[in-house]
């Protein structure tokens, strides 16, 4: 049996697992959350104190999810963490779906979620700077990386987005969003980008 699996990546708090988890409840999937998975199983090389993270064993975690993925019973699994392109099998993979939230939205979502000080910035700067999206493309071609911009979009609307590119309605795509651009027009850059 063919399973799809589906990657949900994007910079901290984007509202990775906020869309994964009604993602998995609409195609009765099977859902992964990686910092849980992490944490359980102690696949963890250390922390780093310094950013108050954990710093994760990607080749042990690798092995764990392909397990994973062999043994589920579901005919999808949605595997949601900021570094998922990195720890799951290439060949296994459906889709990536890149989440994008304008960095002015995000700063805010990011205050909510207790970010500060320079992890704060350094979170928006990665963003900003698309690195989320550069990892995807770092490792897939584009046809399977799908951005989303999810600024100002209820979950809802953000998985029927991705329920639509799933049913072939809507085209995946990539370069749909310009931070840099955007935040330079309206002035915003040099406070935005402090690293
Ligand atoms: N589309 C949305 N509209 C409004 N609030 C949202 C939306 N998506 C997520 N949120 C809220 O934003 C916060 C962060 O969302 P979430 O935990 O899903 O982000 P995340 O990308 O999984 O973060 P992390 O990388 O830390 O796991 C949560 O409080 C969530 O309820
Ligand atoms: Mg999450």
Redesign the pocket.
């Given at each position: 049996m063919s399973k799809r699996v589906i990657l949900m990546t994007?910079t901290?708090?984007?509202?990775?697992?906020?869309?994964a988890r009604l993602l998995t409840s609409k195609l009765d999937a099977f859902y992964v959350n990686l910092?849980d998975l992490a944490l359980h199983e102690n696949l963890i090389l250390g922390r780093d104190e310094e950013r108050g993270s954990i710093i994760v064993d990607e080749n042990r975690m690798l092995c764990r999810i392909r397990e994973i993925i062999e043994d589920c019973y579901k005919k999808a699994i949605i595997i949601?963490g900021?570094y998922a392109v990195s720890v799951v099998p290439k060949e296994l993979t459906t889709y990536v779906f890149v989440l994008r939230r304008d960095p002015v939205e995000l700063r805010r979502?990011m205050e909510?979620?207790g970010f500060s000080g320079r992890k704060l910035w350094e979170n928006l700067a990665s963003e900003i700077l698309d690195v989320c999206l550069c990892d995807a493309l770092n490792v897939y071609e584009e046809g399977k990386v799908c951005e989303l911009d999810?600024s100002g979009?209820?979950?809802e609307e953000?998985v029927g987005e991705i329920l639509d590119i799933l049913n072939g309605s809507k085209k995946c795509r990539v370069g749909v969003v310009d931070w840099l651009g955007r935040l330079e027009s309206e002035g915003l850059l040099e406070e935005f980008l402090r690293i």
């Open positions: 994007g901290p708090c984007v509202g990775k697992t906020a869309v910092t949601d900021h979502f909510q979620c999810v979009k209820r979950v953000i």
